[in-house]
Every structure is written in structure tokens, then in C-alpha cells.
């Protein structure tokens, strides 16, 4: 009977959250034919419910397939939006005073007489700009992170439903669109229609690089579009079939998925070189530019970038990482020369993209513990993860330890490493990672030395910088293997059974 209890009440709280984003809707339609500031406001507000409400709606219809730890995650969820929804009506009901049905805009105003327009057509757009940002708020932080925990869910029935016809499912936004994606690419045995790998013939070598990365810029001849080669090398030791058929399910599940929604290039085919493979990635839709290394972007740091801009990068990073272990992938090299950054038209944003697939592999196929043990690399990996022979099987948090060093150099922005014209080579950057720590002799002391330092410094420097709340969430990701660690748990809590709703709501919750 609780189970029931608990279903039925969170349909309810959905169905409410449909009635107070619709009433709130109405109201500001009113303000449709208002001056040029609030009308523009009042269509941003619409086009935002639209796709929150095909959101809740799909969410309804799956409530009676979601385990009781998800219908008490979401009805949460539900719960604080109609708070804020709620708010946003009174607001506007006490702004607008009394009104009789069908009023339009003029009579609105009005009743406020002429001295008084000005002030009543700013408390209006005020309230406006108000709920938007409210709306953008939970949208980003609360429930796109747990809308694509849905593709973890067993059985069927999501995917069936994410796949219906659009003439029976509204879909504004994409939302369902790229869960359904998403729930694709983690199906197993994926594949495309034919090989994934095609002839070196279709692929143009081009002269100029992403400057500090491995990947290259090439033209792909069957469509003539710029696109990024992405090298894959297989260690000996490992199979050939094997390492064919981890590129041909890799490049499955990257050749559906929706670049924007994960962070990740979508897989146009991959090469069989001699003794590589390669990745062929389709830019971006909307980019105007070549992209350039976050390594590029960090020490250039005399350059003014803004706040909001560094929380996007760090937010949609985290949004990668999560896709990939969803999928039930480790990346294993996470670091700024493997995280490209597309220029958008019209936006003075940098979207940020995770490459560098080289090392990845499924998270229950074997670790060979192995490594390069190079320490511009290292220091991006989790201390138990260095040298030349590793003491631990890689696993998911040993990801989320080198997206909290890249997340801490984010909020610093300033690169831990510089790069000397002269030599050709990079170097510890003064006043990041002290020399005296590279010069240390045990490995292992250096590496936990460099860990300490690294924490040190999210605790120290990143609450003034970007806010207590990102310096919280990097501090967790840097010890995300330490004993008792509340956040991801002890490393048998995460392999065993991860709570990748929570996990995921923090790393997304950076702003």
C-alpha cells in the first residue's frame, strides 16, 4: 500500500506541476501584445515550458515503471519547482491586481494611469526575468541531471515510450529526443547500419591542429565538412578483435547521440590505421571556428573570461563524464588537452568537448595497469592511477578525481602547466605545483603530496573565486576515494551499486 500511496501521490504532484506552469503561462499571455521588453520576456517564458511540460508529461506516464529510490528522487524535484511556480503566480496576481476575464493588455495598464506605467511595465519585467531565471536554474541543476538517470532504469518500457511517433509526443527542446538516444547508445550489441569503419580514401589530412592536443582536423570527402580525428592506440598486450569490437561499439553509441545534450562528438565512422585507430567526430551544429584545446583557453588566462562562462565549461564537462559512465564506459584521460571548445554563433560561450578516447574501455572489462608514467599526465590522475605500474584496477572514481583537477584549474583559471616556446615543452606552472613536489623521489609520496596540494587549494582558493558550492563539489571529486567520502561513497559502494541520480545532481549542481 505505500508503494501505491507513493505513486499516486507523486502522479499528483506532476499533474500539479502541469496546472501551476500552465495557469502561470496564461497569466503572462496576457502581455503578449505589450511593449517590445516584456513580450520578448513573455515568449522566452513560454518556449521554456514547453519544454519542461513534455517533460513532466512523459515523466507521468512512466511513474508506475520508476523504483521507489527514483519516485521519491523526483517527487522532491516536483516539489520545489511548484514551490517556485506557485511564488511566480502570487507574484504576478498581486502585481496585476484584480482583472476581469479575457482582459487585455491595455486595460491592464490602464488602471495604472499614466505616471504610474513605467513603474508597473519594470515590476513586470522583473517578475518575469525573475521566474525565467528560476525555471533555467532547476532545469540545469536538478532535473536535466536526473532526466538522463531514466536510460539506467531496467526493462523496456522508458525506451518504448522515449521512441514514440512526434505526432503522438510533443518534444520541444529535444528532451525525450536525446534520452531516446541515449537509451540507444546504452543498449547492448549497438551498432550501425553497416561498418563503423570506412576507407582512409574518404578522409582529408588537413595542415593546421588543435594546438596542444592529440586530435587532428581532417575533411571528410563524403559530405565535405570539417571534421576531428580522434587517435585510439591499442596497447600490445591487448587483442586486435578485441580492440576492433570496443571501436565498433564505441563508435555505435557516439554515432547516436546529441553532441549538445552530452558533451560528446558525434562518431561520423572510424579508421583502421596500421597500428591505430581513429575516430572520425562531426563538429558541432552552429560552430563558426575551429576549435581550440581548454589547454589553449587556460594559459592564455590574461584573457577576461567570464564567470557564468566557466561554470558552463565545468557544468557541461561534468555532463560527459556522466554520459560516458552511464554507458558504462571509463575514459581514463581526462585532462585539457583531451576537452576541445567549439565558439557558437551568437554566443559568448566556449561548449566544451571531451576527446582523447585513447585509454577508454567497459568498465567490468579487465585493467592492465598500465600507464606512461609521464608527469604532465599524472598529475591528473588519481595518486593510485601513477607511474608506469598502477597499484589499483581503474574504475569510475579514478574519472571523477581528474575532472576535479580540471574543474579546479576552471575555477582558477590558470593552467597548471606552461608551455616553453624554446624547448617544446611544458612545465609546472609557478604558484600551482611546486617544484619541490615534482622533485620528490617516492612516487608515491609525490603523488599524494601534489593530491593534498590540489585540495588544499579548492578548499582555499575556489570559494572566493567561483563560490562555496563549486568548491564543494571539487573538494568531493579530490577525495573521492578517501575514506567515508559522503558524496560518491568508498570505492566497493560505488562499483557495487553507484547512486548516479545523487552523484550526478552534484556534479551538474556547480553554479
Known sequence: M?????????????????????????????????????????????????????????????????????????????????????????????????????????????????????????????????????????QRNMLDPSWYQLVLLPGKRVGQLASQDASDRQDPGNAISSLRSLIQANEENTSVEGSVFVSSECIEYLPSQIEFSESRLACDQRSGNLVVLDVVRIPTQYGSESAIDDIRTLGGKLSRIDSDAFGLLQCRGALHNANDFEFIFSFPKDTHEDPTSLRRLLINANVTYPLNARVNLAQMLARSVTF????????????????????????????????????????????????????????????????SRPERDYIMQHDIYSLGVCLLEIGCWK?????????????????????????????????????????????????????????????????????????FGDESELEDDPDTVARDIRLSNLG
Open 324 to 387: 560516458m559512465h552511464n554507458c558504462q564506459l571509463v575514459h581514463k584521460n581526462i585532462r585539457p588537452e583531451n576537452i576541445i571548445c567549439f565558439s557558437r554563433e551568437n554566443s559568448y560561450n566556449d561548449h566544451p568537448y571531451l576527446i582523447g578516447l585513447e585509454r577508454f574501455r567497459h568498465i567490468d572489462a579487465s585493467s592492465m595497469r598500465a600507464s606512461d608514467n609521464l608527469w604532465q599526465r599524472d598529475i591528473y590522475r588519481h595518486p593510485s592511477r601513477q607511474g
Open 2 to 138: 505505500e508503494g501505491a500511496g507513493l505513486a499516486f501521490a507523486v502522479v499528483s504532484i506532476a499533474e500539479l506541476s502541469l496546472k501551476y506552469g500552465n495557469k502561470l503561462c496564461a497569466l503572462y499571455r496576457t502581455f503578449r501584445d505589450a511593449e517590445t521588453g516584456i513580450a520578448e520576456r513573455t515568449l522566452t517564458l513560454e518556449n521554456r515550458w514547453l519544454k519542461m511540460e513534455s517533460q513532466l508529461t512523459f515523466l507521468n506516464d512512466i511513474w508506475p515503471t520508476l523504483p521507489p529510490r527514483f519516485q521519491l528522487h523526483f517527487n522532491s524535484l516536483l516539489a520545489v519547482i511548484n514551490a517556485k511556480l506557485i511564488e511566480a503566480t502570487n507574484t504576478l496576481d498581486c502585481t496585476i491586481g484584480e482583472r476581469r476575464p479575457h482582459s487585455r493588455i491595455a486595460d491592464i495598464i490602464g488602471k495604472e494611469g499614466r505616471f504610474r506605467r513605467g513603474a508597473f511595465a519594470f515590476s513586470i519585467k522583473d517578475a518575469l526575468d525573475d521566474t525565467i531565471r528560476d525555471i533555467d536554474a532547476w
Open 415 to 487: 593552467s597548471f602547466l606552461d608551455w616553453d616556446e624554446t624547448s617544446g615543452s611544458m612545465s609546472a606552472k609557478e604558484g600551482s605545483i611546486s617544484k619541490g613536489d615534482l622533485g620528490i623521489k617516492d612516487p608515491r609520496r609525490r603523488a599524494f603530496e601534489i593530491k593534498k596540494r590540489f585540495t588544499q587549494a579548492a578548499r582555499e582558493r575556489l570559494p572566493g573565486l567561483m563560490g562555496q558550492k563549486y568548491a564543494t563539489v571539487v573538494v568531493s571529486c579530490l577525495t573521492c576515494l578517501d575514506p567515508g567520502n559522503v558524496d
